[in-house]
């Protein structure tokens, strides 16, 4: 359930350099899945944080926790794919111990960063529906001291094993490395529980309660505006993401932490272990497709003449500056009253 593979097998380990069990045609079979996940992962995380960059308009509090995430993304494609993709070429790990558990700490520690502002992300959006209120400069304060304690949060779980708290190693086929999910000590266990807990339970309990409370509150709307739908509909669609990207590689996971050895073959591991490096692809579609503001300033941006662009967006930048929130508390920010809760929905346009 975390971003790094585990020995998903639950069977005898392979050092780093060995050759794995798997055959040629099946390690040829991941390195490309894997290439496509690294290739389309930094292409579209590159260009979501391209448009952010060009259009300070976009950096709503909302909208820097997904950049958060599409970095967390694009650093997994940067410092962890590369590395399990040459491996898989060679059918064997190629950078040793070192290079070992720098790919499952870094794997692990990014990973755990994108689930904890997806939580974050459906708290803000859950305090700005409570608030009611335009955006001013606490919203961004509150955004940005999110960013920084995922990233310290993340620190906090995934170091342990860097110390002594469980450890990194070599996993499965032995092209991959991760936390040693098959090891029974106690001490392994304990760590196996708390990462489970506080870095997948919790982070889904919050985004669940947030999104609920939000989905009720919508549902008393007398006139609900295209703009929340769509915002609803992306967030949904990322959460029920990173869950279908997760959810079998948990499944197996927890089979190799707690089920009899060897429940799973190699073979059969890699198939949820590619399913959840998926999800690096996945974020940066969904926010371009699905969140207005960023889906107007990727074709503005695109486009190779004004004559090409949306008719509601302007191919100058300060135009466009001037059409989207900026700093300052947000004037395009409707609010939307309940007529079964005594509260405004606020509304991005």
Known sequence: FFPSELNLSGGQQNPPGSDSSLSRAAHTSVAVALGFILVLGILGNFLLLLVFSRYPGLRTPANLLLVNISVSDMLVCLFGTPLSFAASVRGRWLTGSYGCRWYGFSNALFGVVSLVSLSLLSFERYAMLLSGSQLSSSHYRRARLSVAFSWLYSLAWTSPPLLGWSSYGPEGPGTVCSVQWQRRSVTARSYIVCLFVFCLLLPLL?????????????????????????????????????????????????????????????????????????????????????????????????????????????????????????????????????TDHNIQIPVQV
């Open 206 to 338: 919050l985004m669940f309660f947030c999104y609920g409370r939000i989905l009720l509150a919508i549902k008393g709307v007398t006139r609900q505006s295209q703009a929340e739908g769509r915002i609803l509909l992306m967030v949904v669609a990322m959460v029920t993401g990173y869950l279908l990207c997760w959810t079998p590689y948990g499944v197996v996971a927890m089979l190799a932490s707690f089920g009899r050895p060897g429940a799973v073959p190699p073979a059969a591991a890699l198939i949820p272990a590619l399913l959840a490096k998926t999800s690096t692809v996945l974020n940066p579609v969904i926010c371009v497709l699905l969140n207005n503001q960023f889906s107007r300033c990727f074709l503005d941006m695109i486009s190779c003449s004004s004559e090409d662009s949306p008719a509601d967006v302007s191919s100058s930048r300060s135009i466009w500056a001037q059409k989207m929130p900026t700093e300052e508390p947000n004037t395009n920010l409707a609010l939307l009253p309940s």
